[in-house]
């Protein structure tokens, strides 16, 4: 499995970036997809999460209402949709999946963990100023 992220960019405070995640092999009913960021000097963070099959969703709490994460099975693909940017949104953000072998209910402090998650992709910059 191989995950590609895309649609980083420099943008204005206030601005939208639409982020996608296209992975590359099996996404099983099961999975869990998530976007993380990690700003410099700081620690890798949950930003939001998807069931693949429920199309359950979870925020962390300084992006609701501002962030949208959706999927597209037929194209395997993740997407995060941010609007009102932030100067504090800036970071790298990374998508993540979490193989959920044993078909838990997703629960939303624990797929907020990133040591759950079996496979990530490479990061994809955005950058916001004011």
């Known amino acids: 499995v191989q995950l590609q992220a895309s649609g980083g960019g420099s943008v204005q405070a206030g601005d939208s970036l639409r982020l996608s995640c296209a992975v590359s092999g099996t996404i099983y009913s099961s999975n869990v997809l998530a976007w993380f960021r990690q700003a410099p000097g700081e620690e890798r963070e949950f930003v939001a999460a998807v069931h693949w099959r429920s199309a359950w969703t979870y925020y962390t709490d300084s992006v609701k209402d501002r962030f949208t994460i959706s999927r597209d099975s037929a194209k395997n693909t993740v997407f995060l949709r941010m609007n009102s940017l932030k100067p504090e949104d800036a970071a790298v953000y990374y998508c993540?999946?979490?193989?959920?072998?044993?078909?838990?209910?997703?629960?939303?402090?624990?797929?907020?963990?990133?040591?759950?998650?079996?496979?990530w992709g490479r990061g994809t910059l955005v950058t916001v100023s004011s």
């Open positions: 993540a999946l979490y193989r959920n072998n044993a078909n838990d209910k997703p629960n939303g402090p624990f797929v907020s963990r990133r040591q759950i998650y079996d496979y």
